[in-house]
């Protein structure tokens, strides 16, 4: 059985082929066998993970008809609630913390009779591009165990990867999906900002913050999204806007469709064995017979700074109740109510969420919150409008994933700079609110795999599927990771 593929498995599982629990029971030893050496998960409960199984082919046996993912195991983030299953952001401050509810997206997904094996590990917080963070352990590359397989989402991605699950749940605050699809050479996919609820998503900037699939194909991306998208009453910002038949959708025909290639992606700091590859991606698409042109983002060089600038101040909020009065971690024996609030925080953080609120902190402080978050604000607006412009004349647009290969564990954790411009050309989807998917693209010459990145405009996420399955079809990239 190919645990890797979503729609095999639900269709062997709807035409009772296969039960639901043999599925789970295969998805299980592989975890075993695997994760010792990834460590992608920080959660995993087979007794409940059999028993939602059963459930599942108990429903198909009562029933007639099809569930449209039926049996189809999916990890997911350890920063996206789950009732009564540890839910920890990767984080000291919740490492005991079991939510009394499940999110919006984890009830869609169990309706439709997937199977939700365990949740994975992420950058405190989702606070990183590495999954260096965690408080609990550091992530590997399954193509070379010494990287890094990016943030904050890496766990997730990661275990998509290596065959331990069909499709994973990770979150998107400014590139946290994409990134880590591109270094695991899977399929990420940052939704318009409202298309998914983040009812249950644990807050980080709540402006930028996407809940975001990963799976192997387009196909399975297609049937994932048309499962947990669509409006939702628990979360204000989810959109009324009606939810396409993706899985329809990708398969029509990409000969013809407007490309559009932004030069500032393309600048000092880009490594040269990605931009060769991206640009024989670009190729492709040429060849795929879209109608390929150049087109300028020009605000894009504020993008980092403007980023963060808002992520931190947003965050510098929310994480503000984080107090050691209600839940979370509560430092032992307070002198008195300052100093528990003092040291728990300051032993529930890590380094970077400390240097992220901080940085918050500041720009929201009195005499400087017009200099720096109401003046990022309004190039956030110029960036959108910058995107506006573009759509105008294109229906997509085509960019690298990240400036570099994955790199080695350890390496930039010293350097929050170096780290921080691994998001550069990612976080102005999300200060947009833009659809955005990372899909494999070639492999260096010491086969670290590239992304390549599609963008469309808000809500045109059957268009990014649509040139992501025919590019997938037409130019493969199929080397596994490690065998372990």
């Known amino acids: 059985m190919d645990l890797r593929d979503a729609w095999e498995i639900r269709e062997s599982v709807n035409r009772r082929k296969v039960s639901a629990a043999e599925v789970v029971e295969a998805a299980l030893a592989r975890i075993e066998a695997a994760d010792p050496v990834l460590r992608a998960f920080l959660t995993v409960e087979p007794e409940r993970v059999r028993a939602r199984a059963s459930e599942t082919d108990a429903v198909l046996v009562r029933g007639n008809g099809s569930l449209p993912l039926a049996g189809v195991p999916v990890a997911v983030k350890d920063n996206i609630c789950t009732r009564g299953v540890r839910t920890t952001?990767?984080?000291?401050?919740?490492?005991?913390?079991?939510?009394?509810?499940?999110?919006?997206?984890?009830?869609?997904?169990?309706?439709?009779?997937?199977?939700?094996?365990?949740?994975t590990n992420c950058d405190e917080f989702a606070m990183g591009s590495s999954t260096e963070n965690s408080a609990f352990q550091v992530t590997r590359n399954p193509y070379d165990l010494d990287r890094v397989?990016?943030?904050?989402?890496?766990?997730?991605?990661?275990?998509?990867?290596?065959?331990?699950?069909?499709?994973?749940?990770?979150s998107e605050t400014g590139g946290s999906v994409r990134q880590?699809?591109?270094?695991?050479?899977?399929?990420?996919?940052?939704?318009?900002?409202?298309?998914?609820?983040?009812?249950?998503?644990?807050?980080?900037?709540?402006?930028?913050?996407?809940?975001?699939?990963?799976?192997?194909?387009?196909?399975?991306?297609?049937?994932?999204?048309?499962?947990?998208?669509?409006?939702?009453?628990?979360?204000?910002?989810?959109a009324p806007a009606p939810v396409p038949d993706y899985v329809a959708e990708i398969n029509q025909p990409v000969r013809g469709m407007r490309v559009g290639v932004p030069r500032e992606f393309f600048g000092e700091g880009l490594d040269p064995q990605v931009k060769k590859i991206i640009d024989a991606g670009i190729r492709n698409a040429v060849a795929l017979g879209c109608e390929v042109s150049d087109v300028s983002l020009p605000h894009t060089q504020y993008a980092i700074a403007d980023y963060y600038i808002i992520a931190p101040a947003e965050a510098s909020s929310n994480l503000a109740r984080y107090d050691a009065v209600r839940y979370g971690y509560r430092t032992p024996n307070p002198r008195d109510l300052s100093d528990m609030y003092r040291r728990s925080r300051g032993e529930g953080f890590g380094s970077e969420v400390k240097r992220r609120v901080m940085i918050g902190t500041y720009a929201l402080s009195s005499g400087y919150y017009e200099a720096y978050y109401a003046r990022a604000?309004?190039?956030?607006?110029?960036?959108?409008?910058?995107?506006?412009?573009?759509?105008?004349?294109?229906?997509?647009?085509?960019?690298?994933?990240?400036?570099?290969?994955?790199?080695?564990?350890?390496?930039?954790?010293?350097?929050?700079?170096?780290?921080?411009?691994?998001?550069?050309?990612?976080?102005?989807?999300?200060?947009?609110?833009?659809?955005?998917l990372s899909l494999p693209c070639g492999f260096t010459p010491d086969g670290l795999p590239v992304g390549l990145q599609i963008l469309g405009n808000q809500f045109q996420e059957s268009t990014v599927l649509r040139l992501a399955s025919a590019y997938m079809q037409a130019c493969p990239v199929s080397a596994p990771p490690l065998k372990v």
């Open 377 to 436: 604000m309004k190039v956030r607006t110029l960036i959108r409008q910058d995107y506006d412009r573009a759509f105008e004349k294109v229906e997509a647009l085509l960019t690298p994933v990240s400036p570099t290969p994955p790199f080695k564990i350890g390496e930039r954790i010293e350097d929050p700079l170096a780290m921080y411009l691994s998001d550069i050309y990612t976080v102005t989807a999300n200060l947009a609110g833009i659809p955005a």
């Open 89 to 119: 952001c990767g984080s000291k401050m919740l490492f005991n913390y079991t939510p009394p509810y499940s999110a919006t997206v984890i009830e869609r997904l169990e309706r439709a009779g997937a199977i939700v094996l365990g949740k």
């Open 180 to 238: 880590p699809a591109s270094f695991c050479n899977v399929l990420g996919l940052k939704p318009t900002y409202g298309r998914l609820s983040r009812y249950g998503l644990v807050a980080f900037a709540s402006s930028l913050d996407n809940v975001a699939p990963l799976a192997n194909s387009a196909r399975d991306l297609a049937v994932f999204l048309s499962v947990i998208a669509g409006r939702d009453w628990h979360d204000s910002t989810s």
């Open 149 to 170: 397989p990016g943030g904050s989402s890496g766990g997730s991605a990661v275990a998509v990867a290596a065959g331990m699950a069909a499709l994973a749940l990770g």
